[in-house]
């Protein structure tokens, strides 16, 4: 008997609800809908655009300041709950917490800006902007962690691409706020509190785990389409910026710019159409002329038991066995991958790389204060810094997988080189050089893009896949950890000693309430030189875990993988057009025959 996915006869209105079936319900289409969530999720790399707003609205020095852009960085990486949650829950159930934590967060800032409602004390802006950007990780574990599970042999490009529409998130947010609210920072609040809610629930649905993990035979360039197609809005973007800083824009030049960038955003949908009509095809094809069907035998009901049995009696304690850790690329346990050394210095690397560049990104305001640019060129520094992180996130999702694949180049390796490029940027701000801040913001946005993908493929090559939602989370605890170390008590403290040391030799004091402002080269070059010192410690670590995972990295890091895929997926063939189908025999007798 033969059991079809998707009905084949009829004529052509039959035909054409055949084809959208295919389409809405189909993996590409869930890959796009992923890109345009990630592409308006960019809140939390936003702050140093509406931060100068809250520190002159509140009165709050920059210690109090960068305090507001810890909580903002832990609460964009303290995941823990919403893995939990994915971990057990579909992913549509984490996609909807997030969308109200992002409105509700987010939405009582722009009331405090806009004095809608009294002045909040310190903590309550803490506690309303880590709500807002805890829903960063609900969007991580709703999109990230889905699209690797669903395309584990691509990881690398399905994490690049992602993690890239993400990057660009900031300029696109930005390019829609100027044509919509022109330059009031406040609007922009609330534009980051509204507009992710809507997309998220317009696509809640559509986001899901789907059956099986075979690798299609035209993958890879599906994605080099979608990636292509990015680049273009990546450069349109880039165009944009720079024209926008040399000549003023209108709100209706604007509304012009975002159309285009509109039509860029959504030209990745004739791909998905394409690709999904050529499956349609040949499931029709097939379901006519199923001769071209390979048999696979599925294993007898002993062998089954006999490999259930084996399981069983190799499950232990966790807690017995979290210092015996399997072969690299096993599935770990949690207490097994918290407790490795790999762990350890990967963890270690990560605090100092993503805490000294997160400290730039939430600064870039301040910085391009203290040093005497204008306000629409620090507007433009967060949107360079945005389009040149999602660069810097393709390179290393992408260029890092084919590396790995093809030259057995160890994606640590490629950590390290980025940690070394990101003390570049931090001695430009430090010693001043001419229009260092647009270098600076360039190297540091796309080393700051480019730690994320690297980062979170290593947990997920190194540990497996198991129980990645928690690991995943996990590894993102680094940042905040960073964050605070370098932007808080490092970076802030330094900033307000410099700008009081000014008011000093003014013979002036601060009055209570009012913001405290540092100008001049000084206000950041010992904490960037400090920045530079944490980040070559980092990459000394991250030197050693190079050296650790050397030879795993020689090897086909994906061939077990591949191997248990084949086994849990028995039964299911390819066909010699490349459609998915199912059969099952038992015996000689009894066949059966089913087509997805």
């Known amino acids: 008997m033969v059991f079809p996915a998707t009905g084949g006869g009829g004529g052509g209105w039959a035909d054409m609800k055949s084809i959208t079936r295919q389409v809405l319900k189909g993996r590409w289409f869930m890959v796009f809908t992923t890109c345009l969530l990630m592409s308006v999720s960019g809140a939390s790399y936003m702050f140093g655009l509406y931060s100068n707003e809250i520190k002159s609205t509140l009165g709050y020095d920059q210690t109090t300041l960068n305090l507001l852009g810890f909580f903002k960085d832990l609460g964009s990486n303290i995941g823990i709950l919403s893995g939990l949650i994915n971990q057990v829950t579909p992913p549509w159930v984490v996609l909807v917490v997030g969308g109200v934590l992002n409105f509700f967060g987010y939405f009582m800032i722009w009331l405090v800006v806009t004095k809608r409602i009294g002045k909040p004390s310190v903590w309550n802006m803490c506690l309303y902007i880590f709500i807002g950007a805890n829903s960063h990780t609900f969007t991580n574990n709703g999109v990230l962690v889905t699209s690797v599970k669903n395309f584990p042999e691509s990881r690398g490009m399905v994490m690049g691409l992602n993690n890239g529409y993400i990057g660009l998130s900031a300029a696109i947010i930005t390019q829609l706020f100027h044509a919509f609210f022109g330059s009031n920072t406040k609007s922009l609040i609330l534009l980051m509190a509204s507009l992710p809610v809507v997309v998220s629930f317009t696509f809640v649905r559509v986001i899901r785990v789907l059956k099986g993990g075979v690798r299609q035979p035209n993958e890879i360039r599906v994605f080099c389409n979608f990636l292509c197609i990015s680049l273009c809005l990546a450069g ?17 030049e604007y509304g012009a710019s975002v159309g285009m960038m509109f039509f860029l955003l959504f030209l990745p949908i004739t791909v998905v159409v394409k690709q999904e009509y050529k499956i349609w095809k040949i499931n029709k094809k097939v379901i006519n002329d199923p001769s071209s069907l390979k048999v696979i035998t599925e294993p007898s009901p002993s062998s ?40 350890l210095l990967l963890f270690l690397a990560t605090i100092c790389g993503l805490g000294g560049t997160l400290t730039v990104m939430d600064n870039l305001g301040q910085i391009g204060t203290s040093l005497g640019y204008p306000l629409a060129s620090i507007s433009n520094f967060v949107s360079l810094s945005s389009i040149w992180s999602y660069l810097g996130v393709v390179v290393a999702g992408v260029v890092a997988e084919i590396f790995v694949t093809k030259y057995k180049f160890p994606r640590p390796l490629m950590h390290t080189l980025i940690l070394l490029l990101s003390c570049v940027g931090y001695l430009l701000i430090a010693y001043n050089v001419k229009h260092a801040l647009y270098f600076a913001s360039i190297i540091l946005g796309a080393c700051c893009g480019a730690q994320w993908p690297l980062v979170f493929t290593i947990i997920s090559e190194l540990f497996g896949l198991k129980y990645y939602s928690i690991l995943y989370n996990f590894g993102a605890l680094a940042s905040p950890i960073g964050s605070y170390l370098l932007n808080v008590s490092v970076t802030g403290y330094l900033y307000d000693k410099e700008a009081l040391k000014q008011l000093a030799a003014l013979g002036l004091k601060r009055q209570p309430g009012e913001e405290l402002n540092c100008s001049g080269g000084e206000c950041y070059r010992l904490s960037f030189i400090i920045l ?65």
């Open 236 to 252: 349109f973007l880039m165009v944009m910026i720079i024209v926008q800083n040399n000549v003023t824009f209108t709100q209706t």
């Open 532 to 596: 530079t010192a944490v980040t070559l410690f980092g990459t000394l670590a991250s030197l050693i875990l190079v050296l650790r995972t050397r030879k795993f990295y020689k090897s086909d890091i994906y061939k077990k993988f591949r191997e248990e895929v084949k086994a849990a997926e028995t039964g299911q063939a390819i066909g010699q057009d490349g459609v998915e189908m199912t059969v099952v025999t038992r015996g000689e007798k009894n066949s059966s025959l089913s087509l997805k």
């Open 304 to 343: 089954i038991s006999a490999a259930q049995e084996s399981i069983a009696e190799n499950q232990t304690s966790c807690w017995k066995t979290m210092f015996r850790p399997p072969d690299r690329g096993e599935d770990y346990t949690i207490l097994q991958a918290l407790f490795s050394i790999d762990m």
